[in-house]
């Protein structure tokens, strides 16, 4: 079983920044890629960027593209969410999702308990 934990919500005025960390720990895990996604009030969950963990790849939703940055450490098993520019339309909860491998269970997806971003106009 891999946990993963989110850190660094909060709330910021429009125009702010703020960084997301999200750390997967687990007995004997491999990671193929580690996301973020947010579910703001009355709306469905929705993707907001991924990283591949070999290589780096990156892909971030329209909404986010030039104000988001994500970026990992492999050695920490960790994934961050760089936020600038934030807009009252980001606010959100955010998760932290991994595809993560396991030789108990193969490959699944995992979910942290979510960090909750509030921007006020």
């Known amino acids: 079983q891999v946990q993963l934990v989110e850190s660094g919500g909060g709330v910021v005025q429009a125009g702010g920044s703020l960084r997301l960390s999200c750390a997967a720990s687990?007995?004997?895990?491999?990671?193929?890629?580690m996301g973020w996604y947010r579910r703001a009030p009355g709306k469905e969950r929705e993707f907001v960027a991924r990283?591949?963990?070999?290589?780096?790849?990156?892909t971030y939703a329209d909404s986010v593209k030039g104000r988001f940055t994500i970026s990992r450490d492999n050695a920490k098993n960790s994934v961050y969410l760089e936020m600038n520019s934030l807009k009252p339309e980001d606010m959100a909860i955010y998760y932290c999702?991994?595809?993560?491998?396991?030789?108990?269970?193969?490959?699944?997806?995992?979910w942290g308990q979510g960090t909750q971003v509030t921007v006020s106009s």
């Open positions: 990283i591949a963990w070999s290589g780096g790849s990156t």
């Open positions: 687990g007995p004997s895990f491999s990671t193929n890629d």
């Open positions: 999702n991994a595809h993560a491998y396991t030789a108990r269970i193969g490959t699944r997806v995992y």
